[in-house]
């Protein structure tokens, strides 16, 4: 019983945007959904463990360090794009980003240790449910630095090459 109770739980917390997905149609509010190619790695990568919860976990955990490399990449890039005090403020903005990174890791291994405490997220799943939250954080982040990037190229699109 205890593990039902966390696997519905943990499909509330991982449904949560399918949930507002739905509401937001019943409201005719249009949504698009952008899936980036790590998560199409990440899935096809826990497809191909056969979804055990092993695999899984290090499906997430290479999904992680992916997110990461991405980050790192997105933020060199626009580095590169900006001009002199928008490259400080990055910086700033990036070095406050992995602090708040770090004090939302925290919250979400303490949220998982409550849930761990209250019987509701111990065996396999927990560790994979508390992984998948860590990537969420990291996945936001890196969506917020593309959407910059795309930003500045609506502005300036690239130059077309003549053939």
Do not use: K
Request: aromatic share 4%; net charge negative.
């Amino acid at each position: 019983m205890t593990m039902t109770r966390f696997v519905g739980g943990a499909a509330c917390l991982l449904m949560g945007g399918l949930t507002l997905g739905v509401m937001a149609q019943a409201n005719e509010t249009p949504i698009t959904v952008t899936t980036h190619p790590i998560e199409l790695e990440t899935d096809s990568c826990m497809e191909s463990g056969n979804w055990t919860t092993q695999a899984m976990r290090d499906c997430a955990s290479e999904a992680q360090s992916a997110w990461n490399d991405e980050i790192e990449r997105l933020a060199s890039v626009l580095e590169r794009v900006l001009g002199g005090e928008a490259v400080e403020a990055l910086e700033q903005a990036q070095a406050a980003w992995r602090t708040s990174r770090d004090a939302d890791f925290e919250l979400i291994g303490a949220y998982h240790a409550e849930l761990y405490r209250a019987e509701l997220g111990g065996g396999t799943l927990g560790p994979l449910s508390e992984q998948l939250h860590r990537n969420a954080v990291l996945r936001d982040r890196a969506l917020q630095l593309q959407r910059y990037l795309d930003a500045l190229e609506e502005l300036n699109p690239p130059e077309e090459v003549a053939e």
